[in-house]
DNA sequence: ACTCTGCATGGTC
DNA sequence: TGACCATGCAGAG
């Protein structure tokens, strides 16, 4: 019979007809042999709709992708940042498909049948309700499942990336998952990772049928370790605790059956498996007699006992071997812990998951091995405690002692296969991991320079002009102020820290700021780049008021963040903005009100809808562009060169109170000193005026304070400017002969502000661990302007503030409406921290965004 | 008096 | 409310 085929560029007739997209009514269309076939190929969409709206550009690739149009829903993943991201990018970056219909059979490949076998109840199991150990997850796969292993679907993630972009998912918006994260995220490539779905793909996916959902990406070499008739107690024998289900309380036997038969994951190299996120199969286990269903039923390890161990870690694990590795569990040492009892109090949960079943109280000896390959012996036991069991390692002292790791440290169990070694590494508090890399990994023989945990965000400073990601990559603040309905168990992510602060406040509160100043530390901007990223919302009416003679604009909303820009005045006088295109650099001209994302790329013009792509040219030839940008360059330089002693350059060291302001996003306690910063009466909750961020210092000013009194912001101001005077002229005297030591031009020019401030760190020694010492320490770069200053405190003056240059950016600020920026800079705060860049601010602004040269 | 051991208690989630 | 777990503490050595 005769059908005319379902695109309806072609309605060309034909009695053979093939399957197309999946319609909304669930049915499918059915296409001629041609149309199919470029469906199948994912050309349909550039043969019948190129001159179709809803072309975008992959963030990655730049690729184009028709995206408004079902038929390629399928190729492309939409970023939590914005835009867009081909698949073959996504699956380089773990990222899902868009949850909603089933994928083409051109994405399935061969594999759509392997695919229906996985159950929705194996699907449900897996994603469904939080953590388990991995490595029962083949047990989720008995039946034909577990062969699907190659070859890979589109949909079939790779891991390797996985580990990391999850735990950076878990600790910070998702908003910041960038292609420039690859340095970090690529820092696991030695161990291509192929792990069960985590919490996050499990949001990702939530919803979807279990044709929709993508390959689990389970790890190969573990699926096939498991017969698919293997019971799941057999499953968690071969697994979980590969041989513990013996009982047997022998150690050789413990060490011997730890051991597995070579995975095929060690014969593509070293792994790194985790079970983050994966959950129980619900199934009951039976360890020693004992039921372990109650457990396992609702087994789901805490989110503050997934791993987090470190590519360090994970390098010096597997430095020698080409074991798998399988991050078990970490745990943040108590008091009791580290005390000299020698006893570490295991999490239930993962003690019955990972170590040996006992069914004695005096447990078993457990060999484990540090970092450094140096075996411990330990005792694994328990005590019986309200109808259920306390699990302890005893006899860790030296071990710990020899990592020298105390209350507040993280331990972390690995385990390596197939030999079967357990590892215990640890990770000082001082350096939450950083997903860089270099935080301070402790092995057997630590020195104690080890500790240099130094997050070192070279790439992340925010730079209006810098392409790259604007937040470090372990943000554990952030998530929280994306957690909506998954959050809540990311939320938990870093409430180690927290929890541990109950009983121990040697490591209290001050942790997470810590944590947070370290990660912060690289996120510093000059007054120029704040002032490029950030601009009044529109149609916001400043109320303008005059201090010393500057008139200062205030703002009442936050204002908004968007991509930097440079006007230009076009010869019929009209003024316009010039932005480069994320992806191609190209240069565009927008509106001179364009209100543009941090992120902004040639699909986002839609004022130029002929200049949307990034194939298409520059309206501008180079050359002529690069003139006015060296015209611009010439004319900034002359700028600077007239404000040599401005130092103009502004560290936002009121970073400082972004990282309080990320903590209040959380909603959890502050620290004393920032939770008093806004609790200032007449303030509106998480009011965050530049009074309102000040350390507290008890003045009554700031219980005085009233944002929409604008008077004791100019007292403020004013105070401070008096300060700053007093200091300029001081400070004029000392250094009449001497030089800023921080070349603006060099820093400017530098993308990131990075090595500069790095050289400037580095010689800070290890003082950001300590909030203290960095609160009274000298401002990483001469001449900045901590925004976080308080005039009424001098010792939070920084030496390197120069009045000068404070009276100059007040001045500026004027002229920029930055005071608006630091007024109202709590929303800008949480946007940096929590989110992003406002993606898409909304309506017209002046030209505050924009780069003024 | 001190340390170790095993259990109890109570805070937190 | 129950489970978990950090810590206290009594008793034994």
């Not at 059979?105 to 929705?120: G, N, R």
């Amino acid at each position: 019979m005769s059908k005319v085929c379902f695109n309806s560029n072609c309605k060309e007739a034909s009695e053979k007809w093939r399957r197309g997209w999946r319609c909304r009514t669930g049915e499918y269309a059915d296409l001629c042999d041609r149309c199919a076939s470029a469906y199948e190929e994912g050309q349909f969409c550039e043969m019948f709709h190129l001159n179709a709206s809803g072309w975008r550009c992959c963030e990655s690739c730049g690729k184009q992708i028709h995206c408004g149009c079902i038929v390629s829903f399928h190729m492309f993943i939409l970023l939590d940042a914005g835009g867009i991201e081909c698949l073959s990018c996504a699956k380089n970056n773990i990222l899902t498909p868009n949850p909603a219909w089933p994928p083409p059979p051109h994405f399935l490949s061969s594999e759509p049948e392997k695919m229906k076998d996985i159950s929705m109840r194996d699907w449900s199991t897996i994603t469904g309700s939080g953590p388990i150990p991995w490595q029962q997850a083949p047990s989720l796969f008995n039946g034909s499942s577990i062969q699907f292993v190659q070859p890979r679907t589109p949909f079939e993630v790779d891991m390797s990336s996985a580990i990391d972009r999850f735990r950076i998912c878990e600790r910070l918006s998702t908003s910041f998952l960038e292609k420039k994260e690859e340095k970090s995220f690529g820092r696991l490539n030695y161990g291509k990772l192929r792990s069960g779905p985590f919490e996050t793909v499990e949001d990702r996916n939530a919803g979807l049928s279990k044709e929709e959902q993508p390959n689990p990406s389970v790890n190969v070499s573990h699926l096939r370790s498991f017969p698919k008739n293997d019971s799941p107690t057999s499953n968690l024998s071969s697994a979980a605790a590969p041989s513990f289900r013996n009982g047997t309380n022998d150690i050789d036997q413990v060490s011997a059956t730890l051991s597995q038969p070579p995975s095929l994951s060690t014969l593509v190299g070293k792994q790194v498996c985790s079970h983050n996120g994966m959950d129980s199969s619900g199934e009951g286990q039976v360890r020693n007699g004992k039921s372990r269903g109650d457990g396992r039923g609702r087994n789901q390890l805490l989110p503050r006992y997934w791993p987090r161990i470190t590519d360090k870690e994970l390098q010096q694990i597997s430095s020698n071997s080409n074991s798998v590795i399988t991050p078990l569990f970490e745990k943040m040492l108590s008091a009791s812990d580290a005390g000299r009892i020698g006893r570490l109090v295991l999490p239930k949960k993962c003690a019955e998951a990972y170590f040996p079943p006992i069914s004695q109280p005096e447990g078993l000896p457990l060999k484990v091995h540090d970092l450094k390959g140096k075996e411990w012996l330990f005792q694994f036991r328990f005590w019986p405690n309200n109808n259920s069991r306390m699990y302890v390692l005893e006899g860790i002292t030296p071990c710990i002692q020899s990592m020298q790791l105390q209350a507040g440290d993280v331990v972390t169990f690995s385990r390596l296969e197939p030999e079967g070694k357990l590892v215990m590494g640890g990770r000082k508090a001082s350096s939450a991991p950083s997903d860089q890399g270099d935080e301070a990994t402790l092995t057997g023989d630590k020195t104690p320079g080890d500790d240099s945990g130094k997050n070192k965000f070279g790439e992340v400073a925010i730079n209006g002009l810098v392409k790259g990601n604007l937040v470090p990559a372990s943000f554990p603040a952030v998530n929280q102020a994306t957690k909506a309905d998954s959050g809540s168990n990311r939320s938990e992510i870093d409430k180690p820290s927290i929890r541990s602060k109950r009983k121990n406040s040697i490591f209290g509160l001050k942790s997470k700021r810590l944590r947070i100043d370290n990660e912060m530390m690289e996120l510093k901007l000059t007054c120029n780049q704040a002032q490029g990223i950030m601009r009044s919302p529109s149609e916001n009416v400043p109320s303008v008021f005059v201090v010393e003679g500057c008139e200062i604009e205030e703002f009442e909303d936050a204002p908004v963040i968007g991509r930097p820009t440079i006007p230009a005045i076009d010869r019929f006088g009209q003024k316009s903005q010039w932005v480069e295109c994320e992806d191609c650099l190209k240069w565009r001209k927008v509106p001179a009100d364009a209100l543009l994302p941090s992120r902004w790329t040639c699909s986002g013009n839609v004022w130029g809808l002929d200049r949307s792509l990034c194939t298409t040219a520059q309206q501008l030839a180079t050359e002529q562009l690069e003139d006015i940008l060296s015209t611009i360059t010439e004319v900034n330089k002359k700028k600077k060169i007239t404000e040599q002693n401005s130092d103009l350059v502004v560290a936002l060291e009121g970073l400082d109170a972004l990282a309080n302001l990320a903590i209040q996003a959380e909603g959890e306690d502050l620290p004393a000193s920032s939770q008093t910063r806004t609790k200032y009466a007449g303030h509106k909750l998480n009011c965050t005026c530049i009074v309102c961020i000040q350390p507290s210092d008890g003045n009554d000013l700031k219980k005085t304070c009233d944002v929409a009194d604008s008077e004791s912001l100019k007292h403020h101001f004013r105070t401070l400017m008096e300060r700053c005077e007093k200091k300029q002229l001081a400070k004029e005297d000392e250094s009449a002969s001497q030089k800023p030591q921080v070349d603006i031009d060099t820093y400017m020019s530098n993308d990131t502000g990075k090595s500069s401030l790095n050289q400037e760190e580095s010689s800070q020694g290890g003082c950001l661990d300590d909030p203290n010492e960095r609160k009274t320490s000298v401002s990483p770069l001469k001449g900045q302007i901590d925004l976080n200053i308080q005039p009424e405190r001098e010792e939070d003056l920084s030496p390197g503030s120069d009045s000068g240059a404070m009276k100059r950016l007040l001045t500026d600020t004027t002229e920029n409406n930055f005071m608006q920026q630091i007024s109202s800079s709590s929303g800008v705060s949480i946007d940096l921290l929590g989110k992003q860049m406002q993606p898409d601010g909304i309506g017209g602004a002046s030209f505050s965004n924009c780069i003024v040269p």
